[in-house]
Structure formats: C-alpha cells, structure tokens
C-alpha cells in the first residue's frame, strides 16, 4: 500500500482485524502476542490526531476537513458491550480510556460549532452511541465490517423518519436524525459479504454484489454522496442532502 499511501491524503479508524493477534501461532509467542496483541501494530504504523483532539491514540480522534467535522470512533473496544475480539484467555483488548466520555465532549464542542463547521459525520455505529449521536444531531453515520453497500433513510431508535425525504429516497432536505451508510464493498480477498437476509425497513439502497467505492461533495448547505462500481466506474446509487435549517425541532 505504501505506494498509494505516499500519494494519497488518508485517514484510518479502528476495526476487528486490527486487533491482530489471531493465528494459533501468534496466540502462542509471548513475543508476537506483546507485537500484534491490542492493535498495537495498528497504533504504531499510523499517526492520527489523537493529541490534537484529546483523543486516544488512534482508537478515537477527529478532525476538520473543510464544512465537515469527523469523530472517528471505535466499535472495539471501551464501551458497555463492546466485543472482546478475544481469541484465548490470555489476550485482553482495550483499557485506552473513557471513550463515551470523549465521544460526547468532542460531539457537545462540534455541534457548538456548526456556525463555522456546519456538518458532523461519525464512523461506526453501537447502540451504546445512538442517544450522543441523537443529541448533538449528527448528520451522517459511516460504517464499514460488512463487505457490501447499504444506504439507510434517516433513522432513529430503529424507525425511519421521513420528514424531508423525497418519494424516491434521492433528496434528503432537512432530515431529522441521522443517515447511516455502510460502505464496505471497496475489496476483500474473501469476496462480498453473505447479504443479510432480512433488509431493514429502512432501507434506500443496497448493493450485495458489486465492488465499489464511495465519494463525497460538501458545502456549507448541501453534501453529494455517490456509491461507485470498481469495474465500470459508474454511479450506481446516489442522494442528496439540504441542511438550512441549524437546529432540528
């Protein structure tokens, strides 16, 4: 990757396999456990803005970029119910830090904000988040794990609400919670995903077959997001969303 990554701006967050330490071989050697174990590879070949946003090294952070403040979180570890990603008893994962704490200081001084930096995206979704992200009206939720594409109308406690949303789920003005899209289909040497075998009520778009990337276009009133096939380069799901308004009722 490191021909890419020299070239290309990025940014990481945290997920299941950066927790390393899962082959029997590595299970067994103290000195690979010590290496691999707790992502601490992941936490040593990577340097995000953990310190400037009194994060935890790269488990939590956020940033600005342009109209959009970004509060990347992690659905590892550090929370109530967070998965273990435990493979023996003797690899234990996390103790970073206070993450529902930090999650909603970062939230509480982003929304104050808006004026300047309208838009507040997070990544990774946890029921144990949904009530901060409900109260500092984040705007959209990103996420990844599964390999495949869903876009979901806003939606809050699992039911859709559908103020602003256009007949045909392509205009979002205005919308009252926030819009979560999964967008994990960019490549896997497994393959896709096994697609879901029940989709969710709320539900725009889907896509369970087809490689692809996402893309955004923001300003201070209006975010583009287009879903990307690999193969062909065309745009096979996109929507619009307006924000005039600076608070929701």
Known sequence: MMSLMSRVPYMVLVGNHEAECHSPRCQISRK????????????TRFKMPYEESSGALNMWHSFDHGPIHFTSISSETDYPG??????????????????LSWIEAD??????????????????IQAAFEELFLKYEVDVV???HK???????????????????????????????????????????EGMSEPPSNTASWNAASDYEHFGFSMLEANRTTL??????????????????????????
């Open 142 to 144: 990103l996420a990844g």
């Open 107 to 124: 939230l509480k001084k982003a929304h104050a904000n808006r004026a300047n930096v309208p838009w507040i995206f997070t990544a990774l």
């Open 32 to 43: 690979k456990r010590n290496a691999l174990g707790n992502y601490t590879a992941y936490n």
């Open 147 to 189: 390999h495949y594409y869903e876009r979901e109308l806003p939606v809050a406690n699992s039911k859709a609400v559908m103020d602003g949303v256009s007949d045909d789920y392509a205009v979002y003005d205005n919308p009252q919670a926030p819009v979560h899209i999964l967008t994990g289909g960019a490549g896997q040497v």
């Open 224 to 249: 583009v997001w287009k879903y990307v096939f690999s193969a062909d380069q065309s745009v096979r799901d996109e929507f619009v969303m307006h924000k005039t308004d600076t608070e929701r009722p």
């Open 82 to 99: 967070a998965p273990t990603n435990r493979m023996t008893l003797w690899v234990k994962n996390g103790d970073f830090g206070d993450q």
